[in-house]
């Protein structure tokens, strides 16, 4: 009857008339004594209630991995096939079960784990993958099959199945604890009737299970593919509709890493929009024993979020190229050279601080920073202070003063293997960098010992910076064993 009259009126409302008997209509709640006035209050259309801001209880952001995971929310993790997303996934587990720290997080308050992963073996990849990780295995509840009944009651095994089985994934949350619920990869578990190339219906899909990770304060993270396309604009690049990523709070991508041989990677917080966007983090694949698969963190990236994520584009190419002009520059000269000397002779045009940012990261690995503003190449041997190895002693450093005219004199320098004695030439080279980026009140007056005037003199070798100063003096102590014979400077 109701469906009917839903085809010929305008709006049709369905009211429980109370104390009907069982197939009784309104004639019969009329007898029943029912009134004319009872009827119509029942009917009486009911007054919608709406929100106010003020209304509205703040509360802060509960990161579970602080500026990445947050409790309440969805984020989304995009990358390629080979990268190890599901590698970092057992990192993240194990670091949430057992309360061990991430990156940027001292510590995880524990709790339990919900993975929902149809696409890999339990017993051999999933399980020895968490083991691997350091997981605690009875914090992980496994959600990839459901029991059901069948027409005749019998009980069946069925594959877990979003939306219509977003109750289900509530009861998992109760039951293990959960603080985070994994779905690998997002559209093996969504219904198949689902397009999941448009945007509304994979927006309906993911908005009851979203609720339910926000009714119970639990971190909602999905993962899918990176397209094929060369989009600049990597929030275009997750796989399938653009719903996934712009429903995800957070969007962190995974990528392979410039500066590894090894096949590591960098997770790249390119979406937030909880917080400012968190470091890019390197990381790199070790195995157990019985070759399972982990990954250790190793670092923030040097990189861009642009230049990571558009490693293949030919605007990136294009950077890599100039980069290695770069280093071919600086080996064609003994002598290290200034930023401006290095514009000179590249091919392509640069601004002083592009190309001071192109030295920077390769400042370790290529190139080496010998004075402010001055660069060679790593393993020049007028500058490379890593053959400075067995010096024993130093008896005397002659006429140390402020006047730089006054300090040729370093003498009696004594090795146990002489052909390190080149070591003398490359401290008589260096002074004078020395001098021009330390002004006369760094220099020291009166007396002093050696090891301290050469602590001064190999500080430039690396870095101006002050933060280099205490790691310079502890590498110098442990190459030069000048302590046990501390001979005094004096002027």
Same mark, same amino acid.
């Not at 959600?143 to 089985?165: A, I, T």
């Not at 957070?250 to 937030?272: I, T, Y």
């Given at each position: 009857m109701t469906q009917a009259l839903h085809d010929i009126a305008k709006?049709?409302?369905?009211?429980?008339?109370?104390?009907?008997?069982?197939?009784? /209509?309104?004639?019969?709640?009329?007898?029943?004594?029912?009134?004319?006035?009872?009827?119509? $209050?029942?009917?009486?259309?009911?007054?919608?209630?709406?929100?106010?801001?003020?209304?509205?209880?703040?509360e802060p952001v509960d990161w579970l991995w602080k500026r990445r995971i947050a409790r309440g929310c969805f984020t989304l993790l995009v990358g390629d096939p080979g990268l190890g997303k599901s590698t970092i996934i057992a990192n993240i587990i194990a670091a949430n079960t057992t309360g061990r720290g991430l990156p940027d997080n001292n510590e995880m308050k524990?709790?339990?784990?919900?993975?929902?992963?149809?696409?890999?073996?339990?017993?051999?990849? +999933?399980?020895?993958?968490?083991?691997?990780?350091?997981? !605690?295995?009875?914090?992980?509840?496994?959600?990839?099959?459901?029991? /059901?009944?069948?027409?005749?009651?019998?009980?069946?095994?069925?594959?877990?199945?979003?939306?219509?089985?977003?109750h289900i994934l509530a009861e998992a949350i109760k039951d293990v604890g959960a603080t985070l619920a994994i779905i690998d990869p997002v559209l093996s578990m969504l219904n198949g009737k689902i397009d999941a190339h448009k945007d509304h219906a994979v927006r309906q899909a993911l908005t009851q299970v979203t609720r339910v990770a926000d009714q119970h304060k639990c971190a909602l993270l999905g993962v899918v593919h990176l397209n094929k396309g060369q989009n600049a604009n990597a929030l275009y690049r997750s796989s399938s509709s653009i719903a996934f990523i712009a429903m995800a709070r957070?969007?962190?991508?995974?990528?392979? *890493?410039? /500066?590894?041989?090894?096949?590591?990677?960098?997770? +790249?917080?390119?979406?937030?929009?909880?917080?400012p966007t968190a470091l890019s983090l390197r990381y790199s694949f070790k195995q157990t024993d019985d070759e399972i698969g982990y990954i250790t963190w190793e670092g923030e990236s040097p990189y861009? /979020?642009?230049?990571?994520?558009?490693?293949? $584009?030919?605007?990136? !190419?294009?950077?890599?190229?100039?980069? *290695?002009?770069?280093?071919?520059?600086?080996?064609?000269?003994?002598e290290a050279m200034t930023l401006e000397e290095i514009r000179a002779q590249l091919r392509t045009e640069q601004t002083p601080d592009a190309l001071k940012m192109m030295?920077?990261?390769?400042?370790?690995?290529?190139?080496?920073?010998?004075?402010?503003?001055?660069?060679?190449?790593?393993?020049?041997?007028?500058? *490379?202070?890593?053959? +400075?190895? !067995? +010096?024993?002693?130093?008896?005397?450093?002659?006429?140390? $003063?402020?006047d730089e005219s006054n300090i040729s004199n370093i003498t009696n320098i004594t090795f146990e293997d002489e052909r390190l004695a080149e070591v003398e030439p490359i401290l008589r080279q260096q002074k004078s960098l020395f001098w021009a980026n330390h002004g006369d009140n760094d220099m020291p007056t009166g007396t002093i010992n050696a090891?301290?005037?050469?602590?001064?003199?190999?500080?430039?070798?690396?870095?101006?910076?002050?933060?280099?100063?205490?790691?310079?003096?502890d590498d110098i102590e442990r190459r030069l064993n000048i302590g046990r014979s501390r001979q005094e400077v004096r002027e």
């Open positions: 709006d049709v409302r369905t009211v429980e008339l109370p104390g009907l008997p069982d197939k009784g /209509d309104v004639s019969d709640w009329f007898e029943g004594k029912g009134t004319q006035e009872e009827l119509e $209050t029942l009917c009486a259309p009911r007054k919608r209630t709406f929100t106010y801001a003020s209304e509205v209880k703040e524990q709790g339990g784990v919900i993975l929902m992963s149809p696409e890999d073996s339990m017993s051999m990849t +999933v399980v020895p993958r968490l083991r691997a990780a350091g997981a !605690n295995l009875k914090k992980v509840l496994l959600l990839n099959e459901v029991e /059901d009944f069948d027409s005749d009651g019998q009980p069946y095994m069925r594959p877990v199945s979003f939306p219509e089985d977003a957070v969007g962190l991508f995974v990528v392979p *890493d410039p /500066d590894s041989d090894e096949g590591g990677g960098v997770l +790249v917080n390119h979406k937030n929009n909880l917080a861009s /979020d642009s230049e990571l994520l558009n490693q293949n $584009t030919p605007t990136n !190419n294009k950077r890599s190229e100039q980069a *290695d002009d770069l280093v071919a520059i600086l080996k064609q000269h003994s030295l920077s990261r390769k400042v370790g690995s290529e190139v080496m920073r010998v004075a402010r503003g001055r660069y060679t190449y790593v393993g020049n041997p007028l500058y *490379d202070v890593t053959v +400075v190895t !067995n +010096v024993t002693s130093v008896t005397s450093v002659n006429s140390v $003063t402020n090891d301290e005037y050469l602590r001064r003199l190999l500080i430039c070798l690396d870095s101006d910076d002050g933060s280099q100063i205490k790691a310079a003096k």
